[in-house]
């Protein structure tokens, strides 16, 4: 089993969409039961808090399902529970290294290092662009699959 840990700042907007981005794709190829998906956040200030409104309102008109979940912290701990540790933006991968520590075993990654485009998504929690976030999501996940494919 692939086990893959999405982070963003808050756990609210941008690592929840990725999450169940994720889960999407992989269910429309039943690929379910190779993957373990879950988000979490570096900071503190949005832990019990549910996803964000913005990202509720694209996943729906996206037709992808949202969970019932609340907010929750990056642990140290994490790092030896999964297989990708995946960050939205530079900043992101600078406060999980903090969090987790040394990246021994190269597993923290930055989600759209996978495509042939490099670049942070930027939160949209500050920018109000929800539906960019999807876009450059779902590119980040579809290249995240492709990867794990050709791993194999």
């Known amino acids: 089993m692939i086990r893959i840990m999405f982070?963003?700042?808050g756990n609210i907007c941008r690592s929840p969409m990725a999450e169940f981005v994720l889960k999407d794709l992989v269910k429309k190829q039943n690929l379910e039961s190779e993957f373990y998906i879950s988000s979490s956040a570096t900071s503190s200030e949005e832990i019990g808090n549910g996803v964000h409104y913005g990202t509720i309102r694209k996943l729906n008109q996206e037709k992808i399902p949202v969970e019932d979940r609340v907010a929750k912290k990056l642990k140290k701990e994490d790092y030896d529970k999964y297989d990708y540790i995946i960050g939205m933006e530079k900043s992101n991968i600078i406060n999980i290294l903090r969090i987790i520590g040394n990246d021994k075993n190269q597993k923290v990654y930055r989600l759209l290092d996978?495509?042939?485009?490099p670049r942070d998504i930027a939160d949209p929690w500050y920018t109000g662009n929800f539906d960019k976030a999807y876009e450059e999501i779902l590119e980040g996940c579809k290249a995240l699959i492709k990867k794990i494919n050709l791993s194999k």
Do not use: A, I, P, R
């Open 7 to 9: 982070v963003c700042l």
């Open 114 to 117: 996978f495509t042939n485009n």
